[in-house]
């Protein structure tokens, strides 16, 4: 198990695209996604516990039902640390939020630990799997911000707001980037901007502040592609040390090898 971050920083997971079914045998792709992720949080667990929180972003469920949300959270709870979600384009608000019952899986738009600031946005579409921050979430945004200016930040979503070079992925990134960043850039604190949605690691940097992407718990997308392709990559998660000065330290971990079968074959879902 890895030891605790140093005193006064924050230990973080990031647990996204979990995909699950209503039913226990619910597979994607020839992957069964619950047997995954509790393969993924089996890891989490033997490495990076103890931690103060998760992420959760998005894509939860694939079906939308109320089934397949209380059995994403009840593996997610059973870390025993404060999860907070966010919804991805597979998510169904409603449900979500109907079956959040256990005090550790919250639902909200900003939450403070330390002297970290996590703001977590909406960016879905009703009926669309792109990306796209409307006018109340951006001004919530800069009000969050305004609010905390001396607070270091890290800002969650869904769906990327930079192009990942992959032209049917980036069809689905963010459609208003330029708005998003135009606030991002007027806010000095923002030391970190996290996302799930493209099944693949991504680490980058927007002036100062850092990108980063995650694999999914279950299938992965290859990098790169111009047509959708899947990676023979392993699920994981991302574990980020949170510094008292604003640094960030992470890194993806991965399963030795995938709980299963993948048709890699395949042409899209």
């Known amino acids: 198990m890895t030891a605790p971050g140093p005193v006064n920083t924050i230990s973080v997971l990031q647990i996204t695209d979990t995909h699950l079914y209503a039913g226990s045998d619910g597979c994607l792709l020839g992957l069964n996604t619950e047997q995954s992720l509790e393969a993924v949080t089996a890891e989490a667990r033997r490495r990076h516990l103890p931690a103060d929180l998760v992420l959760a972003t998005g894509d939860l469920v694939h079906d939308g039902s109320a089934a397949a949300y209380q059995r994403t959270f009840s593996h997610l709870g059973s870390l025993g640390i404060p999860v907070y979600c966010l919804p991805g384009n597979h998510d169904e608000a409603v449900a979500l939020q109907d079956n959040i019952n256990n005090g550790l899986i919250r639902y909200t738009d900003h939450a403070l630990h330390g002297n970290w600031h996590f703001i977590l946005l909406d960016s879905t579409r009703p009926g669309s799997e792109g990306g796209h921050l409307d006018t109340a979430v951006l001004e919530t945004l800069e009000t969050r911000l305004q609010a905390t200016p001396d607070t270091h930040t890290l800002v969650c979503l869904h769906h990327q707001p930079v192009l990942m070079g992959s032209r049917w992925l980036d069809t689905m990134a963010v459609d208003n980037p330029d708005d998003f960043f135009a606030i991002i ?85």
């Not at 799930?196 to 990108?211: C, I, P, S, W, Y």
């Not at 997308?221 to 994981?236: H, I, R």
């Open 185 to 269: 850039d007027r806010h000095p604190q923002v030391r970190g901007i996290l996302w799930g949605h493209v099944h693949q690691e991504f680490d980058g940097m927007h002036n100062a502040v850092r990108l980063l992407s995650t694999p999914s718990t279950c299938i992965q997308f290859m990098p790169g592609s111009m047509e959708f392709a899947l990676d023979n990559a392993a699920p994981g998660y991302r574990w980020l040390i949170l510094h008292e000065d604003g640094r960030i330290e992470t890194g993806v971990q991965r399963l030795d090898e995938i709980p299963g079968t993948i048709d890699l074959t395949s042409a899209g879902y």
